[in-house]
């Protein structure tokens, strides 16, 4: 009889110390997300888990960085290269993420809070789960969209398309190469998907940045079978499209009230969400973990670090100089403007971004264009004073001043003014503060980014009346080395998903 005994002991004690060291519920917390499924393909996959409490409210605070433990095995116990990842939110909540370097067959997933499997773990992933360097499409284009839970389409796109209809791309391709390629003074490539294929052929002297369209399209094409298709890329910071009289459909990352470019997500948060977990350290991910003090321990200062790339990036750092007790803004670097120590002070070494978020008061000022740090600031828990502006990213038109910023004037003449306003309204500030956070949780996630890209490019394609013929001069765009075999599927299956 002494060794049951024993085991009850351990039992209770075990209990017993679970009891006593929080009002966590491992039964009433909660595990979401798509990383549960198999056919939820993007490059890093993940999920949310929501702390509760036994008496069913949500847990409000971080119950310490090592809480929440995970583990990802292959479903079979085969020995694969799995990468997990848990980020503490610091509001109860966790980002569980894993990459694959391996293809599985089936995945185990077990979430455990201080060594108990909280809500439905261990979860059971079953069908080979393939990692993202696998060229295996094996949905076509709207399967990938319904898996992973894509919006039907979005404003921005609706509005970029409607002055486009019947593209002949023969009198296109012409016509932007004669536009844009003049003196080669801008950089673009014309990409064509053929048979799933990436093809490219590009413009101008600096076309380096095709690495970025290079590294979408392939990205997208292993994982969905697209129908051919074909479009320029701008390569450059700026816009190309002035014209409304007979625009031609070009591509840019970053769009802006005079011209009629078709807006992408910006190479940068696109690079991000492909290199998560990988190359990129940056990302709307690590950023949600890495938010600093809680909003009352923030500093009330309101803080900026940058270049020289426009100029009331100057004015801000002169104000700040005036106005230290209110503004703290520096140059890191001067390329643009001469070098003035008096008045825009001495260059100071970049501060780590996540960094920025010892302070409530984030001063988001365009650079060569939009500044592209909007999103992360966004993400994080601090207020973004947003600089009004021509330029625009993917997303912007879903947000509402006073909603999710405080928007400042282009000339910056009233900062000063919204910075005290914001002082003697701490409550509405930090609502707005978690309007803006809780917006790029919900709407700039890595399936958004790829969701976006997707929508874009159907709707693009359907209003193509006529290709161009071949891919004569264009270069093959190749998938990079793979050392892992996929085992791809022989023919086209949607498999059956459970939980
Ligand atoms: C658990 O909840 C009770 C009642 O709400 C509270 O008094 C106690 O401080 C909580 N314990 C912990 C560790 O949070
Ligand atoms: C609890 O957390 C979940 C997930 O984050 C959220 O959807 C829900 O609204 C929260 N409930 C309350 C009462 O705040
Ligand atoms: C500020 O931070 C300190 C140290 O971490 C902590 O003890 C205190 O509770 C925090 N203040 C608030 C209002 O959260």
Redo the contacts with the bound molecule.
Sequence with gaps: MLLPGTLFLIALAFTFYVDCTSNVSVQKS?IWGPGLHADFLVPVRYFYV?LVNKDG??VTESVGEDAITVSVVSGDGSPSRIWSQVLDRHDG?YIVRYRLYSTTSGLQISVHFKGRHIAGSPYRIAGNIYHDTCDCPHQTVEQWAQFVGCPATYSQIREDLEIFKDLDMTKVAKEAVERYNRDGQHSLCHYKIVENKVYRKCYGQHVGFNMFGDAILLSLTRKMLFPNFEFFLNLGDWPLVTRKQNPLPVFSWCGSKQTFDIVLPTYDITEATLEMMGRVSLDLFSTQANTGPNWANKSNTAFWRGRDSRRERLDLVEMSLKNPDLIDARLTNMFFFPKNPEKFGELVKQVSFFDFFKHKYQLNIDGTVAAYRFPYLLAGDSVVFKQDSDYYEHFYRELTPYVHYIPIKHDLSDVIEKIKWARENDEEVHQIAKNGQHYARAHLTPADILCYHVRVFQHYASLIKKGTKGIKEFDLVNNPDDRDKCNCPKKKVTKHTEL
């Design positions: 909660r929501q409210s949500n909540s």
